[in-house]
């Protein structure tokens, strides 16, 4: 069975008002519209150390972040503004499946950037389609060792290592419910 095109159309009254018979074309665009939706509607969570961070490896930045609902994670991206003279930031996320408990890393091989990144440097890794990959030089993209979580998980936002004189990196992740 074809997919329907996601499309992203307005349906009007008088395509669905009463006593009125809806059409193969109506029905599309609905169709559309949903798939529209389930193929590019999802919501962010980001993490910002403004200013220089410079020598700092940091745990538990910005506190823990409780999943709302089961999630997949589509795209994670990083970005630093003023790179470091010297040295590799390193970001990580872990996951906490019971509180409490102890947390692993979302990655098998965590994000990094090197000095050698230029000035407004940034990285996007898409979970769904890796030819959309950005991956400049002094960058390294995260292979995910998950990307579903579930109800009750938490993150965690940790910087394992920073570039010497560098500031303003940005970490996110982009989801959807499943």
Do not use: C
Not at 12 to 23: G, L
Not at 59 to 78: E, H, K, Q, R, S
Not at 146 to 153: F, P, S
């Amino acid at each position: 069975m074809a997919e329907v095109t996601p499309s992203r159309e307005t349906v009007y009254t008088q395509e669905i008002s009463y006593k009125k018979a809806v059409t193969e074309n109506t029905w599309t665009k609905f169709g559309g519209a949903v798939n529209f939706i389930n193929q590019r509607h999802h919501e962010r969570k980001t993490w910002i150390l403004n200013g220089t961070y410079t020598a700092v490896a940091v745990t538990g930045l910005d506190g823990l972040w409780v999943v709302p609902f089961d999630m997949d994670i589509l795209y994670f991206a990083m970005g630093n503004v003023t790179a470091g003279t010297a040295g590799t930031t390193e970001a990580d996320i872990q996951r906490f499946t019971t509180p409490g408990g102890a947390g692993s890393s979302i990655f098998s091989t965590t994000p990094k950037m090197t000095s050698a990144a230029s000035n407004n440097s940034y990285m996007l890794k898409d979970v769904l389609v890796p030819a959309n990959d950005v991956n400049p030089v002094g960058t390294t993209l995260p292979v995910f060792s998950t990307t579903q979580l579930d109800q009750g998980d938490a993150l965690r936002f940790d910087l394992i290592q920073s570039m010497t004189d560098a500031a303003n990196v940005t970490v996110e992740i982009h989801y959807r419910p499943r």
